[in-house]
């Protein structure tokens, strides 16, 4: 249930995340969210989701949405939701209320439409040093005299981003502003409209930028990925979670796998780094299977099923979940390994096969692979078909290929059962296809031999 949270109880904590829909949310914008939701959330207070959207022509519905469906993915829920383009009503009492005080004025100027006049709003300058504690980066001084009076509207309906910043977190009682680094520069200006208003301005943190793996600021161009691919390529949204809270910040140990109850009780806005930190696709796909390690067989299974090919009867999909487990960073892995040519490949069709990549290179004699896989066979007809376990399997067959030559015997069962190269050892395959399948895959390939 969303509520609305207007103004703050003395003492509690209002954070928000203001992103503007101009875009794809990527892993830069969420971390900032993350972080302002966790420090809500540790403090018994709120969090607010809202939407800069006052640019008319760069901003779309379409990126709002995917701001909305990435927080609710990452299972970030936010108290109250609020879109500046439904305030217009509030931003222009503020602009008025300036003006009225000398605080703004109005200022025609040259290089409006069509050559003509425009009208704009500027706030009027004091001109002096404003500073501010910034509970990372520490104190921090500005000379805003260079700044000159700077523009907080276009007309009274049309505000910009410094003016309604500031009208929002005062109106929904923000106690600590966490952002980007790239927004420190705009709170001098900030700070001054606060100041004006009469107001005390709330605290700020503003955390290091995500990078890329140049070290540029990680963004669409360098190649960071809507947070929602994630979600498609089947990662674990508490792994993502994780990792992403450990950018910049750590606790105080190192444990890397941290459950999100944890990192809320730990984290700490004095302990995020004043650096960059790099964001690592290898080291979020390491997180991802720490996760999936965690998961029972059953969970697996659930994740993993929407990624199988169609083809894969459930016992198959249960059959299949050790192997996965061992190959997949996440579950369109499964998908990836499961495609004909995939290593798993064979488990949803049998590729077709030349016959003579049954022979085993060091005895390439067709009678007598015909004579090992029916040998095989007749060891396999002994296990019962509910137990026919990768342990099994290997026990039937195991004194046969001993006795005549392991890659002699298990060259042509291996490839009988998957037709490819590269595939799992013949055990592991038997128990993924099961008897029925196996003892057919094993016929076909002595018919093949004949
Ligand atoms: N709308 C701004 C952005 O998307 C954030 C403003 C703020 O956090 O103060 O960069």
């Known amino acids: 249930m969303k509520k609305d949270v207007k103004g703050s109880p003395a003492g509690r904590v209002v954070t928000r995340f203001a992103p503007s829909p101009t875009g794809y949310f990527h892993a830069g914008s969420y971390r900032t969210a993350l972080f302002s939701c966790i420090y809500a959330r540790q403090h018994g207070g709120s969090f607010i989701l809202r939407i800069e959207d006052t640019d008319k022509e760069r901003s779309k519905k379409e990126y709002e949405k995917n701001i909305v469906d990435s927080l609710e993915w990452m299972g970030l829920s936010y108290d109250a939701f609020y879109r500046q383009s439904e305030r217009t009503e509030i931003y222009r009492r503020y602009i008025q209320r300036l003006i009225d005080s000398g605080h703004a004025y109005v200022s025609k100027e040259a290089g409006g439409k069509e050559g003509g006049r425009e009208e704009v709003i500027r706030f009027r300058n004091p001109g002096r040093t404003v500073a501010f504690d910034d509970l ?56 001054l409209i606060y100041e004006a208003l009469g107001a005390t301005p709330p605290a700020y943190a503003h955390i290091p930028l995500l990078l890329a793996a140049d070290r540029s600021k990680l963004s669409k161009r360098n190649g960071a990925k809507p947070v929602t691919a994630y979600r498609d390529e089947g990662y674990l949204p508490e792994a993502v979670v994780n990792y992403m809270a450990l950018l910049g910040w750590h606790p105080a140990d190192d444990r890397e796998v941290v459950p999100f109850g944890d990192i809320v009780k730990e984290f700490s806005l004095e302990r995020v780094q004043k650096s960059g930190a790099i964001f690592d696709e290898e080291k979020l796909a390491w997180f991802n299977r720490q996760y999936l390690q965690r998961l029972d067989d059953g969970a697996f299974l659930a994740g993993a099923r929407p990624f199988m090919p169609a083809s894969i009867a459930e016992d198959a999909a249960v059959r299949l979940v050790p192997l996965l487990r061992e190959k997949a960073r996440c579950y369109a892995d499964a998908a990836r390994l499961l495609a004909p040519g995939g290593e798993l490949g064979f488990a949803a069709a049998l590729p077709a096969y030349d016959p003579e990549m049954l022979l085993w290179k060091k005895a390439p004699d067709k009678a007598a692979a015909a004579a090992h896989l029916a040998a095989v066979k007749a060891a396999l007809e002994a296990v019962p078909a509910a137990g026919f376990s990768a342990d099994a399997v290997k026990a039937a067959v195991w004194p046969y290929a001993e006795a005549k030559g392991r890659g002699d015997v298990l060259w042509p069962f291996r490839i009988a059962l998957t037709g490819q190269e590269r595939s799992p050892d013949p055990f592991a395959s038997a128990a993924v296809l099961g008897k029925e399948e196996t003892m057919a895959r094993i016929r076909a390939a002595i018919a093949q031999l004949g």
């Open 136 to 191: 990372i980066r520490g104190h921090i001084e500005f000379d805003t005299a260079e700044l000159g009076d700077f523009v907080i509207a276009k007309s009274m309906d049309e505000p910009v981003f410094h003016l309604v910043v500031v009208v929002d977190d005062r109106e929904m009682g923000i106690t600590h502003i966490i952002r980007g680094e790239d927004h420190i520069s705009n709170t001098p200006r900030q700070i």
